[in-house]
């Protein structure tokens, strides 16, 4: 649900702040490589069984990295991305396309 509110604020915000030339992005990313990734584990699989299954469940055949986020950033708030506006941009290696396969732990 904040998720959804998130982007619907992004667009919202897009709009009314639009004629004062200021554009509203957000990012939306799949699972990301940090800190809290290590510390949010299902207490049957280890932290790397978790980034080998992530990996393998999207098309790129990897997890996400900070700097993937970084450089979705850096584009959005750049002037190659000047006539964009109101997006909610996803940085998840193609997994919105790709069901998420989990192991049976049965």
């Known amino acids: ?5 998130i982007d619907m604020f992004t667009k919202s915000m897009a709009l ?3 004629p ?11 699972a990301i490589r940090t800190p809290i990734f290590n510390k949010v584990k299902n207490s049957d699989l280890s ?10 469940s999207y098309p ?3 997890i996400g990295e900070p700097l993937d986020c ?12 000047s ?4 997006v909610c941009l996803l940085v998840d290696g193609g997994s919105v396309n790709s069901p ?7």
């Not at 932290?47 to 393998?56: F, H, Y």
């Not at 970084?70 to 991305?81: E, G, H, N, P, T």
């Not at 006539?83 to 109101?86: A, D, E, L, P």
């Open 1 to 5: 649900m904040s998720k959804s509110a």
């Open 16 to 18: 009314e702040l639009a």
């Open 20 to 30: 004062k030339r200021i554009r509203c992005n957000a990012i939306n990313p799949a």
């Open 47 to 56: 932290t790397d069984r978790m980034t080998e299954i992530a990996a393998n």
């Open 60 to 62: 790129v055949g990897r």
């Open 70 to 81: 970084a450089m979705a950033v850096a584009y959005l708030a750049s002037d190659a991305a």
């Open 83 to 86: 006539f964009i506006n109101g």
């Open 100 to 106: 998420l396969i989990m192991p049976n732990n049965n």
